[in-house]
C-alpha cells in the first residue's frame, strides 16, 4: 500500500501532462509551429509586453476565488498554499478542459495534506463555480445593457439583441442576493450543512470576477492590431463571445469564442489579423500559464517525494 501511495502522486502527474499535450494539440492542430510563431513576431514588443503583464495580473486575480472560498468555509491556511493550488488549478482546467474534473483533482491533491477536510474541499469547489456563474451574470448584465451586441444568427438564438440578455441576467444577481439575505437556514446534504455566503462575500466575487474578465479581455485587447474599437466596445464582444461559449455551440474548426469575435469584428480588421491574435491569446494566456503550472507541479511532486523518501531514515 505504501508503495501505491509513492506511484499515485507520478501517476497524476502523468496524468495531467497528457491532458495538457492532447489539449495543446488539438488546439493547435490546424496550425503549424511556423504559424504560431508568425503570429507572435508580428505583434509589437509593447504590446506583447502589456499581453504578458495582463496575463500575470489575471492569474493573481484568479487565486483570490479559492482565498474567499477559505474564509467562506471559515478554515485558515497559508495564503500562499491556497494561491499555488488555485493558480495550478485554474492553469491547467482553462486549458485542459473538464474543469470540475481537473480542478477539483488537483484541489484534493494539495489540500488534503494541508488538513483540509473533503467535504471542506468540495465546499470551497462549489463556491468557486459559483464564483463563475454569479460573475457572468453580473458582468454580462451590466455590459449587456451598457452597450448591446448584436447576436450572429450563427448562433441559433430566438433574440437578435443582447439586451434581453443583460436584463434577465441582472434579475438572476438580484434574485440570488435577495436570497442572500433572506436564507440563512442551512442546507443539509448527507449530513453536511451548506449555507449561501453571505451578501459581502458574493459581492467579493462578483469584484473578483470583475478584475479576472478585465485583465483576461485586456490580453486579447492589447494583441489585436489596429483595432478600432474602443476597450468598452470590445469589452463588451469579449462578454458576448465568453457568454455564447457557454449557453451555446457552433459547428466548425473553430470554437464559439473564436467564431463570434471573428463575426463581430470591425471590417476594417482583416480576419487574418484577428485569427493571428487570437492564435497569441491561446499561447499566452492559456498555453503559458499550463506549462508553468505543470512545471511547478513537477518540482512541488519531486520535492514532497523526496522529503518523504528521508524520513524514515532520520526516524
Sequence with gaps: ??????????????????????????????????????????????????????????????TAYDLLGFRYIRQSLSPLKIGFTAFLSYAIGNTVGFTLLSGTAIRYRFYSPWGVSPVNIAKVI????????????????????AEPQSIPQLLNLPLHSTLPVGIAFLSIVGLYLLLSLWVRKPLRIRGEEFILPSVPLSIGLIAVTIVDWTMASGVLYSLLPGLSLSYLKFFGLYVLAMVAGVVSTVPGGLGVFETVILLLRPDSTPASEVLGALLAFRCIYFFLPLLVAIGLMLIFEIRRHRSSSQKPKQQ
Design 1 to 62: 500500500m505504501r508503495r501505491i501511495r509513492q506511484l499515485l502522486p507520478i501517476l497524476f502527474i502523468i496524468l495531467m501532462l497528457t491532458l495538457a499535450a492532447q489539449s495543446i494539440r488539438r488546439e493547435l492542430q490546424e496550425y503549424s509551429l511556423q504559424d504560431v510563431w508568425q503570429s507572435v513576431t508580428v505583434i509589437p514588443k509593447s504590446r506583447l509586453l502589456s499581453a504578458f503583464t495582463l496575463t500575470g495580473l489575471g492569474y493573481l486575480s484568479i
Design 126 to 145: 462549489a463556491f468557486t463555480h459559483l464564483s463563475f456563474w454569479l460573475g457572468m451574470f453580473c458582468i454580462g448584465g451590466f455590459v449587456f445593457l
